[in-house]
Every structure is written in structure tokens, then in C-alpha cells.
């Protein structure tokens, strides 16, 4: 498929420093895939004209939303000429323009609020509800994520490597996926990088006094592991051969090994399951701690 036929990597911007680092991250990501770039502003306010002093309705600044796309088009543009940039602009509810976006894009990248000490990265309503309710894959990135590659006009060229560690992919030795697998195995490609797989489970003991397993718990929890991934990774390896695969068995809760590991990476990948929650969407209780606290990007692809 050419890249003027081909679906769009869709960046959301909401005029934030954050939406403005999801940009910079989709245009990159654009390039390496050898798509458009749609830059989407979804706002839920309908200006309403107020009546002036010479009895005139004035609306309040119509016009913002359209500035925003114009100056992060141009600005894009200039840095990436060989990009091909479009700007739709949506009036309506911002989750579920966003949600309908994804379904015309191969990847939606929206931004995160950034990470504060204590509550690490702040979602966002906006992105919470897009997470949870769009069938395709997500990458939530915060300004930190691409302040310093932005500067770097090499990662311009389409195919180049992009820096910054290897793709790391969470993946449940009882229930591997492969959608998940598959967005993992072709960023890793597409950056000329190695994927980490992150693979346990918690063990069924019960915990020390402490709060952590027993020394001889972790034992017996890790030994089944090492070999847990081969089968299901071995079929991606012989359709990626040129991707290194380091497998780290863990013990434990997930979400803190693959925060730690997100420090090092240039990309985290995590799944969520396609299934509804009683009360609406779900995002999954490793996932949802992952978008607040992992240091790199976070890449979530929806799954049976």
C-alpha cells in the first residue's frame, strides 16, 4: 500500500505542552512507518455568541482551534518536509471524536500531563476514556518523552534508527496475545532495536511478614519461567529475524517490573483486554498503574 493510500498515525492535540510532545513523538513514528500524519483537535465547546454594545452577536474566538492545527502543521512541516501532514478539526465530545480517529488511523498518540513525585504520570480523563474504549492501539507520551529528540533533525529521515533503549512488551505467559506481540515485534523492527519481554507471574504462596514472597516461593515461582515464552515467541522471531529478543522472567507485580524497565526504553508495550468492566470501560489494574508511572512512552494494544 502507498503511503498516500495508506491510514494515518492521528496525533490529538488539545494546545498543551503534552499534546504538543504527542505530535513531535506521531510524526517521527509517522515517518518510520512510511504514512500521513493527521493532526485532530476534538473540542465539547460550542461557542455562544453574546450580544455586543452595537447589538452585534461576536462569537468568542471561533477561530482558536483552527490556529492550533495551522501553527502545529507548519510547524511539523518545516521540521519534516517529507512528511504529509492533514489537520481535521471535530466539534463534539473529545473522547469519542478521539475514539472514532483510531478507527481511521493505524495508531493513535495522545499526551499525558507529565509526572509530578508522588502521583508519577496524570492520564487525563480525556486519555483514560480513549484507552478504555478504542478498539486500536494507543501511545499516551508526556513532553519529557521527546523534548530532546524533537531537537535532533536526523530523526527526520524516514527508516533511520530512532535512540533511546529497546522496545520493552509485558506479556502473560498464561494468556500471550498476539496483537500484542505483533505492535511489539514491528516497533522494535522499525527503531532497528531489540525487544525486551517481560514475562510471571505472582506466586500463589502467600506473602512474608514483610510483604514480599518467601525466598524459596520465588524460587519455584521463576524456574517454570525461563523457558515459559519460547513457543509463542518463536513464530514472531522467524517472521522478525533481525530483532534481538531478550526474555526476563519476574516474579511478582508486573507493573513494577515494567516500570522499572521503562526507564531504558524507547518504547513500553502493554495489552488490554477488549472486555467491559460492570461499571463501563476497563483498562486492567497493570496497565492503568503502567500509564501512571512508566518514564517512556506507553504503547496499549487492545485485545480479546
Known amino acids: 500500500m502507498s503511503p498516500t493510500s495508506a491510514l494515518p498515525v492521528v496525533a490529538g492535540l488539545d494546545g498543551s505542552r503534552a499534546g504538543s510532545a504527542a505530535a513531535d513523538w506521531a510524526a517521527r513514528e509517522a515517518l518510520l512507518r512510511g504514512v500521513p500524519l493527521r493532526l485532530v483537535h476534538a473540542w465539547d465547546h460550542v461557542p455562544t455568541p453574546y450580544a ?19 501553527e502545529a502543521r507548519e510547524s511539523l512541516a518545516r521540521r519534516h518536509p517529507e512528511l504529509r501532514i492533514d489537520t481535521a478539526r471535530v ?39 480513549v484507552v478504555a474504549r478504542t478498539g486500536h492501539p494507543v501511545v ?14 536526523s530523526l527526520a529521515v524516514a527508516g533511520e534508527p530512532v535512540p533511546d533503549g529497546d522496545v520493552v512488551v509485558g506479556v502473560d505467559p498464561d494468556r500471550p496475545d498476539d496483537a500484542v506481540l505483533a505492535f ?17 507471574r505472582t506466586p500463589a504462596a502467600e506473602d512474608s511478614a514483610a510483604g514480599f514472597p518467601r525466598a524459596d516461593d520465588l524460587a519455584t515461582a521463576a524456574a517454570p519461567l525461563e523457558g515459559a515464552p ?43 483486554a477488549g472486555r467491559q468492566a460492570a461499571l463501563g470501560a476497563h483498562i486492567g489494574p497493570v496497565t492503568d498503574a503502567v500509564l501512571h508511572h512508566a518514564a517512556a512512552p506507553v504503547a496499549v494494544v487492545p485485545h480479546d
Do not use: N, Y
Not at 452595537?54 to 492550533?68: F, I, Q
Open 52 to 70: 455586543t454594545l452595537a447589538g452585534v452577536a461576536v462569537p468568542p474566538d471561533p477561530g482558536w482551534s483552527e490556529r492550533l492545527l495551522a
Open 91 to 129: 466539534c463534539g465530545d473529545p473522547a469519542t471524536a478521539l475514539v472514532a480517529a483510531a478507527s481511521e488511523a493505524e495508531l493513535l498518540v495522545l499526551g499525558s500531563r507529565g509526572r509530578g513525585r508522588t502521583t508519577g504520570l496524570l492520564l487525563g480523563s480525556v486519555s483514560r476514556a
Open 140 to 153: 499516551l507520551v508526556r513532553p519529557e518523552d521527546s523534548a530532546e529528540q524533537a531537537e535532533d533533525d
Open 184 to 200: 511489539a515485534f514491528d516497533a522494535a523492527a522499525r527503531r532497528g532495536t531489540g525487544l525486551r519481554v517481560i514475562h510471571g
Open 230 to 272: 519460547a513457543d509463542v515467541l518463536r513464530p514472531w522471531q522467524r517472521k522478525f529475524p533481525g530483532v534481538p529478543v531478550t526474555a526476563q522472567a519476574v516474579v511478582g507485580r508486573a507493573c513494577s517490573h515494567l516500570v522499572d524497565a521503562s526507564r531504558h526504553a524507547a518504547l513500553l508495550v502493554v495489552g488490554r
